[in-house]
């Protein structure tokens, strides 16, 4: 053996394990196993969450990006809805819901004023009794026989029965009393005014249950508020609000 090689094997044998340790660690790193004779080839660590720790930023990152837009997109919509609020108000708080709750109110005041004819024929049969004093007029000269007559003329005065004529026209006041049977038929042609409260009828009830059912979301949208300078915030931000609900 040549002294070159007996060198090199007595340096090989007397490296501690302190030494050796870190040639191991490098070969590993290395990738090349072989470059120590007899060493235990050191096994590769486990790659299997590399990819989720590369992905894992990436995906939070496109979150909060679509996050931020989305929030930017509520944002400009609720500002533009927002500048239309008193008109969307007035479209369904005082047209649509208020205009069912008032007339609901106005319908249960309200009354049914008609005229009805009444055009028609009325059979009538009935008996009269008529008791009363009138005058006659004597239609033609009517004959009294027997009348008690009295005179006096010339000093002669008669008081005995006669008969006596009185002409027609003569005018004679006499007591009726008798009854009169009527029957006949009688046409009726007359207007009949008709005016019936409806708060009186049946349909009250079902009125108030209306106006019940439609209160809660007519009183949800504020009908005391009509304008910006109604909100109790614009009051102190008159500036703000006046240029923000701008029509």
């Given at each position: 053996?040549?002294?070159?090689?007996?060198?090199?094997?007595?340096?090989?044998?007397?490296?501690?394990?302190?030494?050796?340790?870190?040639?191991?660690?490098?070969?590993?790193?290395?990738?090349?196993?072989?470059?120590?004779?007899?060493?235990?080839?050191?096994?590769?660590?486990?790659?299997?969450?590399?990819?989720?720790?590369?992905?894992?930023?990436?995906?939070?990152?496109?979150?909060?990006?679509?996050?931020?837009?989305?929030?930017?997109?509520?944002?400009?919509?609720?500002?533009?809805?927002?500048?239309?609020?008193?008109?969307?108000?007035?479209?369904?708080?005082?047209?649509?819901?208020?205009?069912?709750?008032?007339?609901?109110?106005?319908?249960?005041?309200?009354?049914?004023?008609?005229?009805?004819?009444?055009?028609?024929?009325?059979?009538?049969?009935?008996?009269?009794?008529?008791?009363?004093?009138?005058?006659?007029?004597?239609?033609?000269?009517?004959?009294?026989?027997?009348?008690?007559?009295?005179?006096?003329?010339?000093?002669?005065?008669?008081?005995?029965?006669?008969?006596?004529?009185?002409?027609?026209?003569?005018?004679?006041?006499?007591?009726?009393?008798?009854?009169?049977?009527?029957?006949?038929?009688?046409?009726?042609?007359?207007?009949?005014?008709?005016?019936?409260?409806?708060?009186?009828?049946?349909?009250?009830?079902?009125?108030?249950?209306?106006?019940q059912v439609v209160a809660p979301f007519y009183q949800m949208l504020w009908p005391q508020i009509k304008a910006p300078q109604d909100v109790p915030l614009c009051k102190t931000l008159s500036l703000f609000c006046g240029f923000y609900f701008q029509k």
């Open positions: 053996m040549s002294p070159e090689k007996i060198n090199t094997e007595t340096k090989f044998e007397l490296q501690t394990p302190q030494q050796t340790a870190p040639a191991a660690e490098r070969v590993a790193q290395s990738g090349s196993p072989d470059a120590l004779p007899g060493s235990k080839p050191v096994s590769e660590p486990v790659k299997t969450q590399k990819p989720r720790r590369a992905f894992m930023p990436a995906f939070w990152t496109i979150a909060s990006v679509l996050s931020l837009v989305i929030n930017l997109i509520l944002i400009l919509v609720l500002v533009l809805v927002g500048r239309e609020l008193f008109i969307l108000k007035a479209m369904v708080g005082d047209n649509l819901l208020g205009g069912l709750y008032t007339n609901f109110i106005y319908m249960d005041q309200a009354h049914i004023k008609t005229n009805i004819t009444v055009a028609d024929t009325i059979p009538i049969n009935f008996t009269l009794p008529i008791s009363q004093d009138t005058v006659v007029v004597l239609t033609q000269d009517t004959r009294i026989k027997g009348a008690m007559v009295n005179l006096t003329s010339g000093g002669v005065s008669i008081n005995s029965p006669a008969n006596i004529i009185l002409p027609a026209g003569t005018n004679l006041p006499v007591h009726l009393e008798l009854n009169v049977p009527v029957t006949t038929n009688v046409p009726i042609n007359i207007n009949v005014p008709v005016d019936i409260p409806l708060q009186e009828t049946e349909l009250h009830k079902p009125f108030i249950g209306l106006q």
